[in-house]
Structure formats: C-alpha cells, structure tokens
C-alpha cells in the first residue's frame, strides 16, 4: 500500500511469506534493505528464518526514486518510464550511453541523471564492502578479497530498474526497454566471476520458487 500507513496488501503478506520458503534455503552472509517500511516487511519472513539482521542502503530507496522520477499521466501519478513518450525517447538511446541519453532535451526535464547517478555511487561504495572494486570504464569487478558468498537485496519495483542497469553497466535506456518490469514478488539473481570480473544476470523475474 502507498498510503500513510505504507505497508503491505494481504496479497503481499501471502507473497512474501512464499517467497521466503525458498530464499530462506540459501546461505546468505548478509541481507540488506532499502530504508522503506514495506520493503522492509517484505524482508521479515526471510530474516526470521534465516535469522540474520539487514543493513539499509538509502539508494536503494523506492520512494526516492519514485518521488522524482513521476508525472501526471492519464489523471494519475505515474512512472515515467512506463509513459509512452518517454519509452518512445528510450529507443534512441538504447545503443548509447546514459551520458549521451541524460542530454537529450526531454529527458533532461526529468531527474533520471541525479538518480541513476545517485544508485551509481552507491552500488559503487556498497560493492567495495563486499570485495570488489567497480570499473566502470571497463565493465568489470575487480575482485580484492573474500567478503562474502551470498548477498540478498530486498527492494522494490521501480528503484530495480536503476539498480540493475547499473550493476550490468548498461544504459538504463537499454535495461528498460530489453527487460520487463519485475513482478510484485520475484527474484533475479546476479553472479560476479571473481577471475574474470564479469557480472552475469543469472535469473530474472523468477516467479516459480
């Protein structure tokens, strides 16, 4: 619910209770949320089970996101990246770079650059405390020392699509106009080779536990 009291529908309490049938059978090292209540509750079942405590990352935050990435679209506040002609824009910018993409001249009316480079820096730091270095300029994680084998990340729909174009090194342009939205409880699992230092987007949008 996005109301005063943001929490969870009874559907999303049936959801994230399923869900954390399975996530609670991976030996997680740590567990992070974004700092909103509803993502929040949707982490608990898993945390209990596993009994691990998570840390927040404010970038991860749906509401940040959303607050500034919004516009009147058919008498509702909607996405911006579900709005036709943004999603028509995108397509010009799907084999660019997010550079090339935030000049265009509608999209520098949004504030895509200061979010996509707000998750940027923080996936950056975040990732450091887990053993890697992000190079950005050659798509690639170089890896430093042994922190962790498995992570989990609870967060919601709209902020993800930041969050995963920019763990990919992808345009977000391309991310959003190559990948569906994810559903309201799934799963999409990342895997960085420590040899190599290249990050693989393993599942997607995994809705069968």
């Given amino acids: 619910t996005y109301d005063k009291n943001d929490s969870l529908t009874e559907n999303g309490v049936y959801q994230v209770n399923e869900i954390s049938k399975y996530l609670c059978k991976i030996p997680f090292n740590f567990a992070f949320t974004s700092p ?12 209990k089970k596993i009994g691990l405590t998570s840390s927040e990352l404010d970038w991860a935050s749906e509401d940040f996101a959303f607050f500034n990435f919004n516009e009147e679209y058919e008498g509702s506040r909607r996405w911006i990246f579900v709005i036709p002609k943004y ?51 050659n798509h690639k994680y170089n890896f430093k020392n042994h922190v962790a084998d498995n992570v989990i990340i609870f967060a919601h729909q709209g902020i993800s699509t930041f969050i995963f174009s920019s763990l990919l090194d992808m345009c977000y342009a391309k991310f959003r106009l190559t990948y569906p939205l994810l559903d309201c409880a799934s799963i999409s699992v990342f895997d960085i080779e420590e040899k190599t230092g290249i990050i693989t987007l393993e599942k997607f949008n995994e809705i069968k536990y």
Avoid at 115 to 133: A, H, P, R, S, Y
């Fill in 36 to 47: 909103v209540k509803r993502t929040k509750l949707s982490a608990e079942p898993t945390l």
């Fill in 87 to 137: 999603l028509e824009t995108f397509k010009k910018y799907k084999d660019k770079t997010n550079k090339e993409m935030y000049e265009d001249p509608l999209l520098k009316t949004t504030k895509i650059k200061m979010i996509q480079e707000t998750v940027d820096n923080g996936i950056d730091e975040w990732i450091k405390t887990l053993g890697f270095i992000h190079d950005r300029n």
